[in-house]
């Protein structure tokens, strides 16, 4: 059912967003306190921002992944004057696969984003300072074959640290070039909020005339500079025109026809004769 605060609500679309993050072993000590610090800090910004955006309502996940994954926001995503941060702890593996069929578990009209008002397609930012400890390949190539939330999404990676895959990171995302790699933790901390405060903005907004990821991105080096590293190789050049042009490829981020918002009249003609929910299930 839909939540009854979005009918009390003036009708602004929702806008997910989506933290996948990695609280295994190696992230025990100054860097788990640092990404706890970041996204209690994060959030209060974040409630600012939403309360004042005219075209949409944000709405908050949370999703951490170790030796398996876990929902932090397990009824389903929260408003952002409803959501408060708690203090994640750190240990185990570092299971991408499950954090990935958690994802395609729950991104779906029938579990996370039912909602009378409608959704903009979610931005999910995924950090991790390791590599797959599970077969992340075959949830990986499953989600994005069958999942058009996620393949449509907008992706941000933060790798943390020398020994975080950006190669994997990439592939998750979509691209290398929406990898952003950082190394001290104060850092750390500021990109965090930069990195949710420039999702918020642009990707609440209805049309763009490129991909929304790399508006991000570039909005991140613009404010951070040297103090991050974004990630570039040349076999995404293809994959980037492709998508700023809003056609789509097996693992990427999308531009979406240059329209990040999602309604019967506006995704699906008038004569496709199957439902909305049949097609965005």
């Not at 309502?57 to 408060?84: H, P, Q, S």
């Not at 009209?109 to 390949?137: A, H, N, Q």
Request: glycine share 8%; with cysteine.
């Amino acid at each position: 059912m839909p939540n009854i605060k979005e009918q009390e609500k003036p009708a602004r679309k929702l806008l997910p967003i989506i933290y996948v993050l990695d609280t295994s072993g190696s992230m025990i000590g100054a860097r788990i306190a640092s990404v706890n610090r970041a996204m209690s800090e994060t959030m209060d910004v974040l409630k600012a921002i939403s309360d004042k955006n005219p075209t949409a309502e944000l709405k908050i996940g949370v999703c951490r992944f170790a030796t398996g994954a876990e929902w932090i926001t397990a009824n389903g995503l929260v408003f952002m004057e409803d959501f408060y941060w708690t203090d994640l702890k750190a240990g185990g593996l570092t299971d991408y696969g499950k954090a990935l069929e958690a994802l395609h578990d729950k991104l779906s009209r029938k579990e996370f984003l039912d909602s009378e008002v409608g959704y903009k397609l979610p931005v999910i930012i995924f950090m991790s300072d390791g590599g797959p400890t599970d077969d992340y390949e075959n949830a990986l190539e499953n989600i994005n074959t069958n999942n058009k939330w996620f393949r449509n999404s907008t992706k941000i990676a933060i790798a943390i640290g020398d020994d975080a895959d950006v190669e994997v990171l990439g592939r998750v995302t979509g691209s290398q070039k929406s990898v952003i790699r950082v190394d001290d933790q104060e850092a750390l901390m500021d990109l965090i909020k930069v990195v949710s405060v420039s999702s918020a903005m642009i990707g609440s907004q209805s049309r763009t005339t490129m991909n929304l990821a790399n508006e991000i991105i570039n909005d991140v080096q613009s404010k951070m500079g040297d103090d991050v590293e974004i990630q570039s190789t040349g076999d995404d050049d293809a994959s980037d025109n492709n998508n700023a042009s809003g056609s789509s490829n097996a693992s990427g981020n999308t531009g979406a026809s240059g329209n990040n918002d999602y309604s019967d009249d506006e995704e699906w003609s008038s004569s496709d004769d199957t439902d909305w929910d049949d097609k965005w299930n």
